[in-house]
């Protein structure tokens, strides 16, 4: 079905963006932007339970409830843009490195959760995360390795004892997720009006300020291939953690322009205790502005997480080799190209 097609249909069924995107996944009934959902349920029993374990598997360890995985890097955090919409490193963004979590697009706060925020979680409207070392030694138990822990999709109403037999859907395809493939194909095309449409109606419900040009910080005069270049960048954002990006750098071949030679990174948030003690710090830090605190106590260092190996992915990667078992059994099987004995080019 073409794209176009497969987006009115939907559209003509109810299918829409939910009014928030932060609570979208915790709609289970009449969610308009859920197109393709996996049901779980908050059973127990060996014959009946279907949890959904990405609660329980990604909060902070040290809360009791779960395992402190799926860690956002440095990377990720300095994808999302400004509120503004102008990217970090683009002029007139207005980004303070010392305060990398200001004025950013509401997505960074809906969907990471870094040194000092309010994160409304095990039913503590109030929680402040606090992630930062004295002295070498980080002030968590189990810390995280990069700074900063995810919270998309982490249902704050969830009381600790019922985390690990979360019953949250996941949804596998939203509607934003369409629109943004409506937009790529659009692109391709060379319709970059109806690209544009889709983009500035994510970035609407993101929260992200429309500027005087109607644009939500987008380049209002981008060529074919930047407005490709920003609908990736749109979907790295939106789609944070959705388990999309690895397949949109497979299918346009990118691994090597994107992450070769490279290596993931962290932070390191150092408490100064020039002027306070680390106790008074502790005493007093939960009702302190955030601002001040990073101002005047706060000391960010890059912490790069790979010190053996950099990224290293080569061609034949995009199409992984036919087991040898495969290629006995049926003599007719081509192994892919770029593997041993490899003739068969999946492309052609």
């Not at 289970?28 to 393709?36: G, I, M, R, T, Y």
């Not at 374990?53 to 990720?76: C, H, K, M, V």
């Not at 790295?236 to 290596?263: C, I």
């Not at 008074?280 to 001040?292: I, K, T």
């Amino acid at each position: 079905m073409p794209i176009k097609k497969a987006i009115e249909l939907l559209s003509a069924n109810g299918f829409k963006l939910h009014g928030s995107f932060s609570d979208l996944w915790f709609q289970e009934v009449n969610n308009p932007e859920a197109v393709w959902v996996t049901c779980y349920n908050n059973k127990v029993g060996d014959q009946i339970n279907k949890n959904m374990t990405w609660d329980n598997n990604t909060r902070p360890s040290y809360l009791g409830t779960a395992g402190g995985s799926n860690q956002p890097t440095w990377e990720i955090a300095q994808a999302f843009p400004m509120k503004n919409g102008r990217n970090i490193d683009e002029k007139g963004s207005g980004y303070d490195p010392q305060l990398f979590y200001k004025n950013r697009d509401p997505r960074f706060n809906q969907t990471i959760a870094f040194n000092g925020a309010t994160w409304a979680i095990n039913g503590n409207t109030n929680y402040r995360l606090w992630t930062y070392f004295v002295n070498n030694k980080t002030v968590e138990q189990k810390a995280t390795n990069t700074g900063f822990y995810c919270r998309k999709a982490i249902d704050p109403n969830l009381a600790p004892g019922a985390v690990a037999n979360a019953g949250t859907d996941w949804i596998e395809m939203r509607y934003a997720e369409v629109m943004l493939n409506f937009a790529e194909a659009a692109c391709g095309v060379n319709k970059l009006d109806e690209a544009y449409a889709q983009l500035t109606a994510l970035r609407k419900r993101a929260g992200i300020e429309p500027g005087a040009d109607g644009y939500y910080g987008l380049n209002p005069n981008m060529t074919r291939t930047q407005m490709f270049e920003a609908i990736l960048h749109e979907r790295q954002v939106e789609l944070a953690f959705e388990g999309k990006r690895f397949y949109d750098l497979r299918r346009w071949k990118k691994f090597e322009t994107v992450l070769n030679g490279k290596s993931r990174n962290g932070v390191t948030i150092n408490l100064k205790t020039t002027g306070i003690t680390p106790e008074d710090f502790a005493a007093r830090r939960d009702g302190m502005n955030l601002d001040s605190v990073y101002k005047n106590y706060f000391e960010i260092v890059p912490k790069k997480l790979d010190t053996k190996y950099l990224v290293n992915w080569k061609p034949e990667y995009y199409f992984f080799a036919i087991p040898q078992q495969a290629l006995t059994n049926n003599p007719r099987l081509e192994q892919n190209i770029g593997w041993p004995s490899g003739t068969f080019d999946p492309l052609k």
